[in-house]
T-cell receptor
Framework: DADVTQTPRNRITKTGKRIMLECSQT?????MYWYRQDPGLGLRLIYY???????NKGEISDGYSVSRQAQAKFSLSLESAIPNQTALYFC?????????????FGEGSRLTVL | GEDVEQSLFLSVREGDSSVINCTYT??????LYWYKQEPGAGLQLLTY?????DMKQDQRLTVLLNKKDKHLSLRIADTQTGDSAIYFC?????????FGSGTKLNVKP
């Protein structure tokens, strides 16, 4: 089983709909992140959380919100989806006690907004 | 955010060396990273270098860091078709990680 699990893996929705992408991890890491990937733009940080009570905006948080329900769960919501939010979304975790801060990624959630 | 720049594509023949380049802006990064993304998958850490090092070698991989020019490179020796993937460099800024655009490496048989 994957250590970082994202659901759904694929979703097609319409403009204006509310969408939630969920992430759960079994690695026991405190730090969790949401990124979006667009061709030619790499990964851009949306939100990050260093523990359950800590939520921070990243580079591109407008139009998104997050919820850290537990150490293991970090959800990303699009309150009113728009077409330019069509992208591949990745959840990641890191271990603050590790020497390198390596990120561990889920397999991604592909979102299409029509 | 931080600016991390890479060229988008690189094509090499099997057995040749590949060199993927990256420039970054944050001179305070403790570590710099190379991640690999295979089709349909998330990113996986390939290697990293501590910011006070100039070079790190790990089997077929050589990482060079030029702090003065803020330039990072990844050399893959004896490139194989299985090395075809997208390679991302990344820097950390107080445990926020900023990624480049990714370089798609195509290895021709």
């Amino acid at each position: 089983d994957a250590d970082v699990t994202q659901t759904p893996r694929n979703r097609i929705t319409k403009t204006g709909k509310r969408i939630m992408l969920e992430c759960s991890q079994t690695k026991g890491h405190d730090r969790m992140y949401w990124y979006r990937q667009d061709p030619g733009l790499g990964l851009r940080l949306i939100y990050y959380s260093f523990d359950v009570k800590d939520i921070n905006k990243g580079e591109i948080s407008d139009g998104y919100s997050v919820s850290r329900q537990a150490q293991a769960k970090f959800s990303l919501s699009l309150e009113s989806a728009i077409p330019n939010q069509t992208a591949l979304y990745f959840c990641a975790t890191s271990d603050q006690t590790g020497p390198t801060g390596e990120l561990f990624f889920g397999e991604g959630s592909r979102l299409t907004v029509l | 955010g931080e600016d991390v720049e890479q060229s988008l594509f690189l094509s090499v023949r099997e057995g040749d060396s590949s060199v993927i380049n990256c420039t970054y802006t944050d001179s305070s990064s403790t570590y710099l990273y190379w991640y690999k993304q295979e089709p349909g998958a998330g990113l996986q850490l390939l290697t990293y270098i501590f910011s006070n090092m100039d070079m790190k070698q790990d089997q077929r991989l050589t990482v060079l860091l030029n702090k003065k020019d803020k330039h990072l490179s990844l050399r893959i020796a004896d490139t194989q078709t299985g090395d075809s993937a997208i390679y991302f460099c990344a820097e950390d800024n107080f445990n926020k990680f900023y990624f480049g655009s990714g370089t798609k490496l195509n290895v021709k048989p």
